[in-house]
């Protein structure tokens, strides 16, 4: 079963103004952490942002911001005031439990492009 | 301060071929991850370490050895390389258990290797 599910494959907006990207997850586990990176073209993956579930605050990062709606099961990448170098690639993750500790689970990832 | 740094860049194998990819951190971190990610996909888990000496497979370790006798370093091994190989080879680490903020992963800047 899919645990990370970002829904849309491609995202455009335009330069200034705010675009939000979907995530939504599947975990059984009342401790768990969501991610954001972001990989550009060049390929590297930076970390953005965490949302931890107790966390009783969302999440904000300089331009980001993470709209975390637990019952829904869903932490949204929100990204204000957009710039052209904020196209990218852009991946939720997931921290899931191993036998040793833990790894990242990843979706798919959304393709955002920033118009001028 | 480096990182985590990843050695060769890009490599093309012919099938059957085999080879190392390097990886290092200078962070002392306890945990070690090496990734794949193919083409338009999120990453897979291929194998992880969490200390020297101890290492456990991840999702998609067939065809792929790991061994990790330093905390720095993080060696994936590929024996008799096949065409379903192709892809992009991330390492990572992280201090511990991903638990946010400074604890999440970071990421080397990826090995781009074709098998022909």
């Known amino acids: 079963a899919q645990k990370i599910t970002q829904t849309q494959p491609g995202m455009f907006v335009q330069e200034k103004e705010a675009v939000t990207l979907d995530c939504t997850y599947d975990?059984?586990?009342?401790?768990?952490?969501l991610f954001w990176y972001k990989q550009p073209s060049s390929g590297e993956m930076i970390f953005l942002i965490y949302?931890?579930?107790?966390?009783?605050q969302n999440a904000t990062e300089g331009r980001y911001s993470l709209n975390f709606q637990k019952a829904r099961k869903s932490a949204n990448l929100v990204i204000s005031a957009s710039q052209l170098g904020d196209s990218a690639m852009y991946f939720c993750?997931?921290?899931?439990?191993?036998?040793?500790?833990?790894?990242?689970?990843f979706g798919a990832g959304t393709i955002l492009r920033v118009k001028s | 301060n480096a990182g985590v740094t990843q050695t060769p860049k890009f490599r093309i194998l012919k099938i059957g071929q085999s080879m190392t990819l390097q990886c290092t951190q200078d962070?002392?971190?306890?945990?070690m991850y090496w990734y794949r990610q193919d083409p338009g996909m999120g990453l897979k888990l291929i194998y992880y370490?969490?200390?020297?000496?101890?290492?456990d497979k991840g999702e998609v370790p067939n065809g792929y050895n790991v061994s990790r006798s330093t905390t720095e370093d993080f060696p994936l091994r590929l024996e008799l390389a096949a065409p379903s190989q192709t892809s992009v080879y991330f390492c990572?680490?992280?201090?511990?258990?991903?638990?946010?903020?400074?604890?999440?992963?970071?990421f080397g800047p990826g090995t781009r290797l074709t098998v022909l």
């Open positions: 990572a680490s992280s201090y511990s258990g991903l638990a946010g903020g400074l604890d999440t992963q970071y």
């Open positions: 975990t059984s586990d009342p401790s768990y952490g």
């Open positions: 949302q931890g579930s107790y966390d009783q």
């Open positions: 993750a997931m921290r899931e439990h191993m036998e040793y500790g833990n790894k990242l689970v």
């Open positions: 962070m002392n971190h306890n945990y």
């Open positions: 370490s969490v200390g020297a000496g101890i290492t």
